[in-house]
């Protein structure tokens, strides 16, 4: 990145606000389901806990709608914080995020404390990206670290408000990711390999318009697979599918197609007279989805072809399920596909809620490369755009 790291800017005995992304999973009983987030941005944690500095979190959690909500409190997170953390550091949990008690609880920090700010949506100033808002976050701090990949394609105030009063830098995890993504995605080794799947081409043309200039091959599974074989004049009984997009879809197939990617679609079904895991199924070919059947997997063959297609790849980036592979009925074409890319000796980077669920759902999260903390962020990064959360940090040049 031509942007500053936090190794690159002096933290030593600062008072250093990180944006981290801890918009975790919650239990009916307030209790956390899923960590990954937290975990992930220990590295920078610890990192300015050895520079001696008063560590600051600010996070999101769920949508309260500008409105203080003890529901979406920052307090479980606090309390799971400190089980990661050294004993010896003391976190310590603020009432609000801005204002006169805050800065007080700053001031009276030891250097190596933790301050966790209670949510940042609890003011309608974050997701309006008030500038005020963003200047009342940023008087709290010497410096400012992003370390919220998975919130970098929005333009709220602790996103790209901050920057603008004072030095900004990337911290380890929004570091990482994108690295990985720029070594799997512009600069991968080849033959190079893009799984889609997912509902919705409309979700995806921007990156499969994309991807089909840095792909060697795109393999395509999940419901938008339907729009594809409709726009070739094949039926789809009443499986999933997108009027408006076929002639989209045929654009798409003569851009692959003149760029030399090899574009694979689904040669059979799981079909089911209803979206209901209790429902008769059926395996058939893509030429005989029956009338009035839905289509919600790939099929063995297709799982066959794409484990071939997927050979070698020396690069493979996931996004987007096979099927609906949260009932069990519908599950087999993700989960096999997730036994292909694992055994494979590609380099493989994984993105999106759903796939990443489907992952840890397998048990199978550390046997890729790489599973990114950011579905909308990633997509984003996918289609080729530029995030919002990151270009607004110090650029080195300017440093």
């Given at each position: 990145?031509?942007?500053?790291?936090?190794?690159?800017?002096?933290?030593?005995?600062?008072?250093?606000?990180?944006?981290?992304?801890?918009?975790?999973?919650?239990?009916?009983?307030?209790?956390?389901?899923?960590?990954?987030?937290?975990?992930?941005?220990?590295?920078?944690?610890?990192?300015?806990?050895?520079?001696?500095?008063?560590?600051?979190?600010?996070?999101?959690?769920?949508?309260?709608?500008?409105?203080?909500?003890?529901?979406?409190?920052?307090?479980?997170?606090?309390?799971?914080?400190?089980?990661?953390?050294?004993?010896?550091?003391?976190?310590?949990?603020?009432?609000?995020?801005?204002?006169?008690?805050?800065?007080?609880?700053?001031?009276?920090?030891?250097?190596?404390?933790?301050?966790?700010?209670?949510?940042?949506?609890?003011?309608?100033?974050?997701?309006?990206?008030?500038?005020?808002?963003?200047?009342?976050?940023?008087?709290?701090?010497?410096?400012?670290?992003?370390?919220?990949?998975?919130?970098?394609?929005?333009?709220?105030?602790?996103?790209?408000?901050?920057?603008?009063?004072?030095?900004?830098?990337?911290?380890?995890?929004?570091?990482?990711?994108?690295?990985?993504?720029?070594?799997?995605?512009?600069?991968?080794?080849?033959?190079?390999?893009?799984?889609?799947?997912?509902?919705?081409?409309?979700?995806?043309?921007?990156?499969?318009?994309?991807?089909?200039?840095?792909?060697d091959k795109i393999l395509i599974g999940g419901a938008m697979a339907f729009t594809f074989l409709k726009a070739q004049g094949f039926g789809i009984g009443k499986s999933l599918v997108e009027d408006s997009m076929l002639d989209v879809v045929k654009d798409l197939m003569d851009i692959s197609r003149k760029n030399g990617t090899k574009l694979y679609l689904?040669?059979?079904?799981?079909?089911?007279?209803?979206?209901?895991?209790?429902?008769?199924?059926?395996?058939?070919?893509?030429?005989?989805?029956?009338?009035?059947?839905?289509?919600?997997?790939?099929?063995?063959?297709?799982?066959?072809?794409?484990?071939?297609?997927?050979?070698?790849?020396?690069?493979?980036?996931?996004?987007?399920?096979?099927?609906?592979?949260?009932?069990?009925?519908?599950?087999?074409?993700?989960?096999?596909?997730?036994?292909?890319?694992?055994?494979?000796?590609?380099?493989?980077?994984?993105?999106?809620?759903?796939?990443?669920?489907?992952?840890?759902?397998?048990?199978?999260?550390?046997?890729?490369?790489?599973?990114?903390?950011?579905?909308?962020?990633?997509?984003?990064?996918?289609?080729?755009?530029?995030?919002?959360?990151?270009?607004?940090?110090?650029?080195?040049?300017?440093?």
């Open positions: 990145m031509d942007k500053l790291f936090i190794k690159e800017l002096d933290v030593h005995k600062k008072k250093v606000m990180i944006r981290t992304d801890y918009n975790v999973p919650l239990d009916e009983e307030g209790k956390i389901t899923d960590d990954t987030r937290i975990r992930a941005t220990l590295p920078t944690i610890d990192f300015l806990l050895d520079e001696k500095a008063k560590v600051i979190i600010a996070s999101h959690l769920g949508r309260p709608d500008g409105k203080v909500n003890p529901k979406y409190s920052l307090k479980p997170v606090a309390r799971r914080l400190q089980r990661f953390l050294d004993e010896k550091v003391r976190v310590i949990m603020a009432d609000d995020c801005i204002g006169p008690k805050v800065k007080k609880q700053i001031e009276e920090m030891n250097y190596g404390d933790v301050l966790v700010l209670e949510n940042l949506r609890f003011h309608s100033g974050e997701e309006k990206n008030d500038p005020a808002f963003a200047g009342e976050l940023a008087s709290l701090c010497d410096v400012f670290i992003q370390d919220a990949f998975g919130n970098c394609h929005r333009k709220h105030a602790s996103m790209v408000g901050i920057d603008s009063f004072i030095p900004s830098a990337a911290g380890f995890l929004l570091k990482k990711e994108i690295d990985y993504f720029e070594k799997s995605v512009n600069q991968p080794m080849r033959p190079v390999v893009a799984l889609l799947g997912g509902a919705k081409v409309s979700d995806k043309i921007k990156i499969i318009e994309n991807l089909s200039k840095k792909m689904p040669v059979d079904f799981v079909v089911a007279e209803k979206f209901d895991g209790r429902a008769e199924t059926k395996v058939v070919p893509y030429q005989e989805i029956p009338e009035r059947w839905i289509a919600l997997d790939i099929g063995p063959a297709t799982t066959k072809l794409f484990y071939e297609a997927l050979q070698d790849a020396k690069t493979i980036v996931w996004n987007g399920p096979m099927g609906a592979f949260e009932i069990d009925a519908f599950s087999r074409g993700t989960y096999a596909m997730i036994d292909a890319v694992t055994s494979s000796h590609a380099s493989t980077i994984v993105g999106g809620g759903d796939t990443d669920m489907a992952f840890h759902k397998a048990g199978k999260t550390h046997e890729v490369s790489f599973i990114s903390t950011g579905g909308g962020a990633f997509l984003k990064l996918l289609e080729g755009s530029e995030l919002p959360g990151v270009a607004s940090l110090s650029s080195k040049k300017k440093a």
